[in-house]
């Protein structure tokens, strides 16, 4: 199975920062890597697939970008409604996986 | 709007066996690929199973092959999880999610609220 690597595991930001999440795979996964977004007792959304494509209705704040076989979830200037966990998935192999996720939080 | 309303949950005991069912509206059900995925309490997300639109691809996490059988019923609109010889480890939360695509595997695209399963003697 493919394993995916989040990092870090928590962080903690004031509004208006710029955070930036890390997900690594354990193999090559191309671009088949999306992200979503779990706000606290919700279900998950879709924020970003195909690594870099925002989802329907996703704020422009949000981006995603590869470099090497890094994976990068950005937030350009954190918003309090941002307090979530996030999860990175591939879909090269299956079984899909997810990453452990990150949780964000506002100072 | 996309709604899809999981059913079926509940407390079993180890070995035994549940159906969870999901109702699909707001969109063509035929046109596209659905997933169960689950998240145990407190913990991360899970994939559980796919099944293309016409059902010619199924795919299992390891943890529940030859356990779990996915399948849809297209006249009802619904998806479903037969889940036997439960373990405790298969307690969770499992989502009902919609795929983009219709014959991809690939994106979660939209989620149901989740129905919990409890396994525990």
């Known amino acids: 199975d493919i394993q995916m690597t989040q990092s870090p595991s928590s962080l903690s930001a004031s509004v208006g920062d710029r955070v930036t999440i890390t997900c690594q795979a354990s193999q090559d996964i191309f671009n088949y890597l999306n992200w979503y977004q779990q706000k606290p007792g919700k279900a998950p959304k879709l924020l970003i697939f195909?690594?870099?494509n925002l989802a329907t209705g996703v704020p422009s704040r949000f981006s995603g970008s590869k470099s090497g076989t890094n994976f990068t979830l950005a937030i350009s200037s954190l918003q309090p409604e941002d307090l979530a966990t996030y999860y990175c998935?591939?879909?090269?192999?299956?079984?899909?996986?997810f990453g452990q996720g990150t949780k964000v939080e506002i100072k | 709007e996309v709604h899809l309303v999981e059913s079926g949950g509940g407390l079993v005991q180890p070995g035994r066996s549940l159906r969870l069912s999901c109702a699909a509206s707001?969109?063509?059900?035929?046109?596209?690929?659905m997933h169960w995925v689950r998240q145990a309490p407190g913990k991360g997300l899970e994939w559980v199973s796919g099944i293309t639109w016409n059902s010619g691809r199924i795919a299992y996490a390891d943890s529940v092959k030859g356990r779990f059988t996915i399948s849809r019923d297209s006249a009802k609109k619904s998806l479903f999880l037969q889940m036997n010889s439960l373990r405790v480890e298969d307690t969770a939360l499992y989502y009902c999610?919609?795929?983009?695509?219709?014959?991809?595997?690939?994106?979660?695209?939209?989620w149901g609220q989740g129905a919990l399963v409890t396994v525990s003697s």
């Open positions: 195909d690594a870099s």
């Open positions: 707001g969109f063509t059900f035929d046109d596209y690929g």
């Open positions: 999610v919609k795929d983009m695509h219709p014959g991809g595997l690939n994106y979660f695209d939209n």
């Open positions: 998935q591939q879909y090269d192999n299956l079984p899909r996986t």
